[in-house]
């Protein structure tokens, strides 16, 4: 069975596409096959909302433990006290009884925290991948459009300028 490509093979193809194309004599531009580089492109915004639901999932299932994770704590914390109202009569049982709920909770607030930091920082990074690839083929497919139009001559300094003022801002 074949592998899967990822978005990054899908968008390294299409740069292959265009690097490998025939160059134009004396110019920058190349020529391309249509249909390569619009199958490419086709691909890619077929898969995309795949990987994009996938990480989804993650992200679901995190929060799902975050939330299991806070039950967990707040049944630790209710039988901490109801243990804590139990040894009420006995002073040195108090005293250990109130220590043992405050180390309690202070555990099950700092897993929870752990847990919460680790969550936002594997959301942060699925999300700073996807925005990477998203800006780099935006660009990519921005070249190769304003590369088409120039070598077909239907760029001029209006055009370029509708064109620039459509391009997305960059995000470094």
């Not at 619009?38 to 994009?52: G, Q, S, V």
């Not at 108090?94 to 594997?122: C, G, H, T």
């Not at 699925?126 to 239907?154: C, D, I, W, Y």
């Not at 760029?155 to 300028?161: G, K, L, R």
Request: aromatic share 2%.
């Amino acid at each position: 069975m074949a592998e899967e490509l990822t978005t990054e093979d899908r968008l390294a193809r299409l740069r292959e596409l265009i690097s490998s194309a025939r160059s134009m004599p004396m110019s920058a531009s190349c020529v391309v096959n249509r249909s390569e580089v619009l199958a490419a492109i086709d691909d890619l915004a077929t898969n995309l909302p795949t990987e994009i639901d996938e990480a989804k999932a993650v992200i679901e299932d995190s929060k799902s433990r975050v939330t299991a994770g806070e039950a967990e704590a707040a049944r630790i914390i209710s039988e901490a006290n109801e243990h804590a109202l139990e040894q009420a009569g006995h002073s040195a049982q108090v005293r250990y009884a109130e220590e043992r709920a405050e180390k309690i909770i202070s555990d099950a607030e700092a897993d929870a925290e752990e847990l919460r930091r680790e969550v936002d920082m594997f959301i942060d990074s699925r999300m700073a991948g996807f925005e990477s690839v998203l800006a780099k083929t935006a660009s990519q497919v921005r070249t190769a459009r304003h590369r088409l139009a120039e070598r077909n001559g239907v760029i001029d300094d209006d055009e370029d300028q509708r064109v620039r003022a459509t391009e997305l801002p960059s995000l470094d």
